[in-house]
């Protein structure tokens, strides 16, 4: 599965860059990326929402577009999902998670791409660890995830410290808060 979702990952990735889309790549990509994971089950893409009319076309090209069912957990502007090549992908603009207290949303734009993967000669733009850090929290069942990811970031450090200062300013749960300032804490000691 694994080499059939990065050959799909590097042919979209073709049509992105060919239309000057801002986009990235985020949640298991990013931590397979990292080596924290080894088999990704989707590719889910981050995109500005100036450019989700022009991505949505793209997809429906390269795919099928499926429906989406409802959620309590997402207030997403845009979150469509399509099956490209045998592959679920997941496209969001205006990310925004319901929590307890309100909701979060996540702010996409030029400065959320903190890496750029070349495969197979395609740019391929990753979102940050450290806010799927914040993220994973925030939705349910992502506490495996959101564990190997402190982990990782106890041992390695923050490469992106100002994205965890901006997300601490967002609407986020008194818990999300507090453990992400006490990672905070914990690496710079």
């Given at each position: 599965m694994k080499?059939?979702?990065?050959?799909?990952?590097?042919?979209?990735?073709?049509e992105l860059n060919k239309e000057k889309i801002?986009?990235?790549?985020?949640?298991?990509?990013?931590?397979?990326?990292?080596g924290l994971i080894d088999k990704?089950?989707?590719?889910?893409?981050?995109?500005?929402?100036?450019?989700?009319e022009k991505v949505d076309m793209i997809l429906k090209r390269l795919g099928r577009k499926k429906l989406r069912e409802k959620t309590d957990t997402y207030a997403t502007k845009y979150f469509y999902e399509y099956v490209v090549e045998g592959v679920d992908i997941d496209i969001m603009a205006g990310f925004i998670i319901k929590h307890n207290s309100g909701e979060y949303q996540y702010c996409f734009d030029d400065k959320s791409i903190t890496a750029i993967k070349n495969i197979k000669g395609e740019c391929i733009p990753l979102t940050s660890l450290e806010d799927w850090y914040i993220i994973?929290?925030?939705?349910?069942?992502?506490?495996?995830?959101?564990?190997?990811?402190?982990?990782?970031?106890?041992?390695?450090?923050?490469?992106n410290i100002n994205l965890i200062n901006s997300a601490l300013k967002g609407n986020l749960p008194e818990q999300v808060r507090n453990r992400t300032e006490k990672l905070l804490y914990n690496i710079e000691k």
């Open positions: 080499k059939i979702l990065f050959h799909t990952l590097v042919n979209l990735a073709k801002l986009w990235a790549v985020g949640a298991s990509v990013v931590l397979n990326n990292y990704p089950n989707d590719i889910d893409i981050l995109v500005h929402i100036k450019d989700i994973y929290q925030l939705i349910p069942g992502r506490e495996y995830k959101v564990g190997i990811i402190e982990h990782y970031l106890l041992k390695n450090g923050l490469n």
